[in-house]
């Protein structure tokens, strides 16, 4: 029995995420980082090429938040292409910034955070074909955050709900097929929760759990248990 451990967004903390990579059980055999890692904030060529070596020592790879340059994701050995499906799961990056207005484009914010209608498009089409069995997304269906933040005010707007590509694309997909596993990042809370029949797990900062891939069994740490019962 082989696990995967899934980790929240890392904003660049790169030393607080080597900790969480430290020692991991033996039945963790990869990582995978859930967006928001902090890539492309002006950190230079050697922040970028260790945590690469970092993330390969663990054989870990991360999908792009909206607080990751696209552009230079792609330049990242450990990075996850939007869309990639593997191992009965999919993969899609990027969200909305609802910090938008305190950013500077090009420096810490991106035209392109989001994928565009076109490339989502593709992207449910191949969804449809392939229902995956598990999605690994950096924001969720719109219905999900309804739900898990939105109505209970435990999100940065309150009880607002911004409709955005992502989220509106990702609730194309989920009313499409509704996959066993759904694990994202985005908005800092942890959550476990069914929805329709899919078990949609968000993980805050740096926060992880550790998932066996065939039976979609997950092991939290205590302080993260404790934490979600409130």
């Given at each position: 029995m082989t696990k995967t451990r899934f980790v929240g967004d890392a904003h660049g903390m790169k030393y607080e995420l080597?900790?969480?990579?430290?020692?991991?059980?033996?039945?963790?055999?990869e990582v995978i980082q859930v967006g928001d890692m902090g890539v492309g904030f002006g950190q230079g060529d050697y922040w970028h090429e260790s945590l690469d070596e970092m993330m390969k020592s663990v054989n870990g790879k991360f999908i792009r938040g909206n607080h990751d340059s696209p552009a230079v994701c792609k330049t990242m050995q450990s990075w996850i292409p939007d869309g990639l499906v593997q191992n009965d799961a999919m993969f899609i990056g990027g969200a909305w910034s609802i910090d938008y207005q305190w950013r500077t484009m090009g420096l810490d914010s991106w035209e392109d955070e989001e994928l565009s209608h076109t490339e989502f498009n593709e992207l449910i089409d191949v969804y449809d074909l392939v229902r995956p069995r598990v999605m690994v997304t950096h924001d969720c269906p719109e219905s999900v955050s309804l739900e898990m933040f939105i109505k209970t005010g435990n999100s940065l707007a309150g009880t607002t709900q911004f409709k955005t590509k992502t989220g509106a694309a990702l609730q194309a997909m989920f009313e499409i097929h509704q996959p066993?596993?759904?694990?994202?990042?985005?908005?800092?809370?942890d959550k476990n929760e069914i929805i329709n029949g899919t078990r949609?797990?968000?993980?805050a900062e740096l926060s992880y759990c550790d998932v066996d891939m065939d039976t979609l069994e997950v092991t939290w740490?205590?302080?993260?248990?404790?934490r979600m019962k409130r």
């Open positions: 080597s900790l969480v990579l430290d020692n991991l059980p033996e039945d963790v055999t066993a596993l759904h694990l994202f990042g985005h908005w800092h809370r949609f797990i968000c993980l740490p205590e302080y993260q248990v404790e």
